[in-house]
């Protein structure tokens, strides 16, 4: 088992949790408008909808990964450039970062958990960025791709969750910090870019 990967998995996935996306900011906007219980039920809600994609990736790239070598090659090598597309996205992107809460109905707990679950199993960019991500991380040997996919999958469900939360807890910080200081959308702008164009190039050369 190569503990290494683990731990390089683990920090890609809080970079890209921290990174201003539809989902955080989704749960920031819910935690400024109605407080911080309501974005962690969001939360909770997205980290659920990843446990479907983690077993829709589990157990149909495991197979994949099982037929062929030059596959596996083509399923990293497609994610890699996924990845280096989302790079030049964000490039071309505005740095400013929307925050408003004025289109954001009053919803119950159950109703944001709900909500936050269908966001993310309905979402395909979600599956296409999975599939995109975890398959460079394959870590030991021994394991069956189909373990070891849950269990990256269960560590991005408890980072993220972490980030995520902390980001509902501290929303009202986030947002006045956000609101005072214009250049930080510049500076998570090109932040994305380097990770997104970091873990693509380890994605790219990484080994079975």
Request: hydrophobic residues 55%; proline residues 3%.
């Amino acid at each position: 088992m190569n503990y290494d990967i683990i731990y390089a998995f683990t920090l890609a996935t809080a970079a890209l949790a921290v990174l201003p996306g539809p989902d955080n900011i989704y749960v920031l906007m819910q935690s400024i408008t109605h407080g911080k219980k309501y974005g962690l039920a969001t939360v909770a809600g997205l980290m659920s909808g990843c446990l479907v994609h983690t077993t829709l990736l589990a157990f149909g790239v495991s197979a994949i990964i099982k037929e062929s070598d030059a596959i596996f090659f083509s399923i990293k090598l497609l994610g890699a450039l996924y990845l280096f597309f989302l790079a030049y996205k964000v490039f071309n992107s505005k740095p400013e970062i929307q925050i408003g809460e004025s289109d954001i109905p009053k919803k119950g707990l159950l109703q944001l958990f709900r909500r936050g679950f269908i966001m993310n199993v309905l979402n395909p960019k979600v599956t296409i960025f999975f599939l995109a991500f975890f398959p460079g991380f394959l870590f030991s040997n021994e394991l069956s791709t189909v373990v070891q996919f849950y269990v990256l999958g269960l560590l991005f469900i408890f980072v993220s969750f972490i980030i995520f939360g902390l980001i509902a807890i501290l929303s009202g910080t986030i947002s006045d910090y956000i609101t005072k200081h214009s250049g930080v959308g510049c500076f998570l702008k090109w932040l994305q870019i380097i990770v997104f164009t970091g873990i693509g190039v380890y994605i790219l050369f990484s080994d079975k």
